[in-house]
């Protein structure tokens, strides 16, 4: 166990370890190894060509799920880090939580589960343990990544205001590690900065509009905004002030009730009856008040809405044409569809695809 990690924090010598046992590596420790199979893998690569809230393609400076990703990243290592957590087992799953993710966005993850309705629908936590678990595979010697317990325990149990994830069987009730809370709230924090921020950056969003926001409107004072005439760097400057603001609060917050509940183990934090990484109560209704702002002028602004009244015949034309003509699989997909059954297997295959590959096979199609 690392001496500078907390009591409570995940350790690898008193984790269940992996399902597949494997020699340790020289000189990675097991969490180091699974957020690098998570960058090396093949759903960490194609999220680079999926839907955040632009349309990938449509302007270079939009995020990517891989840029946010990245960006859920950065704010779990600093979290972790500051409160002596596991570090590397936060990155991992801040580095892994979206890998589930369909093509175009949450308007994508929608089709899919109407069209798999009678056969277990499609839920992206879901499908990011299934891909880690299963679809990835890089090993001769068995199937999926092989993530430790704790890696995929958090992505099972991950969520936010958007996801509400089943509770999975392998995992027992309870909370997760301080560690994969992290990556809920970082998940939360990053992207409505960084959708506020693309937002004004495509116009969608004007500033005098976004005054409204707690939180913009405190960001905006801080930086003193009306000093700064260059556009971009005062919409940066401020998407970066909310960030600093929440991430802050946050540290400051868990501390407190990690203190408070007097948690001294791993068993503490997961017996516990709340989440311990958490925001204060004005911190987190000001947040909210962002979410509901964003919901109302960016989610369903009228141009990203014609976008999502296209996905939905687009995808369904590909799955139907997929069912109807397995063959376009690659063979990997193929030999699953005894086990795992046709419709089953179509979703994983479109599940993985990229933007711009699902509308090209479309067309071929």
Known sequence: MNASRAPYAVSEDRSPGRTYPEPPHPYRGPFERDRDR???????????????????????????????????????????????????????????????????????????????SGAGGFEHNRQALRIVDFLEHPYPDFPGLNLMYETRHALAAHHSPYDCPQADCRF????????????DLADR???????????????????????????????????????????VIRRTRTAKAILDALVSDVLETSRKAIEEAAVRSLDDV?????????????????????????????????????????????????????????????????????????????CDYIAGMTDRFALSLLEEL
């Open 270 to 346: 997961c017996r516990g009856p709340r989440p311990l990484i958490t925001l204060s109560g004005q911190t987190d209704r000001n947040l909210k008040e962002l979410e509901s702002f964003l919901m109302r002028n960016l989610y369903r602004h009228p141009l990203l809405k014609q976008v999502d009244q296209k996905v939905e015949p687009w995808l369904r034309s590909l799955f139907e044409g997929l069912c109807r003509n397995p063959g376009r699989m690659p063979t990997y997909f193929r030999n699953l569809i005894e086990k795992d059954g046709l419709e089953r297997i179509v």
């Open 38 to 116: 998570v960058i090396h893998s093949a759903a960490f690569r194609r999220l680079e060509g999926k839907t955040q809230v632009f349309t990938t393609g449509l302007n270079d400076h939009y995020r990517t799920r891989l840029t946010h990703s990245i960006e859920v990243a950065q704010i779990g290592r600093t979290l972790a880090r500051a409160l002596n957590l596991n570090e590397s087992l936060t990155e991992a799953v801040c580095l892994a939580h979206d890998v589930g993710h369909s093509p175009f966005g949450h308007c994508g993850e929608k089709i899919l589960n109407n069209l798999l």
């Open 189 to 231: 924090i990053a992207y409505n900065c960084h959708d506020l921020e693309d937002g004004i950056r495509a116009r969608l969003i004007e500033e005098p509009q976004a005054q409204t926001v707690t939180l913009f409107r405190d960001a905006q004072q801080k930086i003193r905004a009306e000093t700064i005439d260059d556009f």
């Open 172 to 183: 027992p009730p309870g909370r997760c590690s301080l560690e994969g809370q992290i990556a």
